[in-house]
Nanobody
C-alpha cells in the first residue's frame, strides 16, 4: 500500500521560508495528483495546494497564493511545497495526500469539491514564531 512521508517542517521566524517534501518510498507517484493540507490547533483541516499527476496543473488556496509554490520531480518521486513569507497563521501540521489518475485540475473549487484522497501521510509540524 502506498505510504506517504512528509519532511521539512520545523520552527521558522515570521517572514522566513521552509520547503516541505512528500515522498513515497518504494512506490511511484507518477499516476497520482498530490495535495498539501494543514491543520492548525483547534481548527479543521484545510487544503493548501495541489498538483496534477503530470505537474501541468497547480492550484492554491487564497490564503497562500503568491507565497507558496507546489512542484514535483517525478524522477525523484517527490512533491515539494516551497513556503515563503511565512506568517504565524501558517503554523499547523502539514499533510500530503494522494489521489489516483487526476491528470488536470482546472480550479481550486474542483480540487476541494470533486476529489477524495486515497492516501495520507502522517504530517510534519510547521511552527512560525519569533
Amino acid at each position: 500500500q502506498l505510504q506517504l512521508v512528509e519532511s521539512g517542517g520545523g520552527l521558522v521566524q515570521p517572514g522566513g521560508s521552509l520547503r516541505l517534501s512528500c515522498a513515497a518510498p518504494g512506490f511511484t507517484l507518477d499516476y497520482y495528483a498530490i495535495g498539501w493540507f494543514r491543520q492548525a490547533p483547534g481548527k479543521e483541516r484545510e487544503g493548501v495546494s495541489c498538483i496534477s499527476s503530470s505537474g501541468g496543473s497547480t492550484q492554491y488556496a487564497d490564503s497562500v497564493k503568491g507565497r507558496f509554490t507546489i512542484s514535483r520531480d517525478n524522477a525523484k518521486n517527490t512533491v515539494y511545497l516551497q513556503m515563503n513569507s511565512l506568517k504565524s497563521a501558517d503554523t499547523a501540521v502539514y499533510y500530503c495526500a494522494a489521489v489516483r489518475s487526476v491528470s488536470a485540475i482546472s480550479s481550486w473549487y474542483e480540487w476541494v469539491n470533486y476529489y477524495v484522497m486515497n492516501y495520507w501521510g502522517k504530517g510534519t509540524l510547521v511552527t512560525v514564531s519569533s
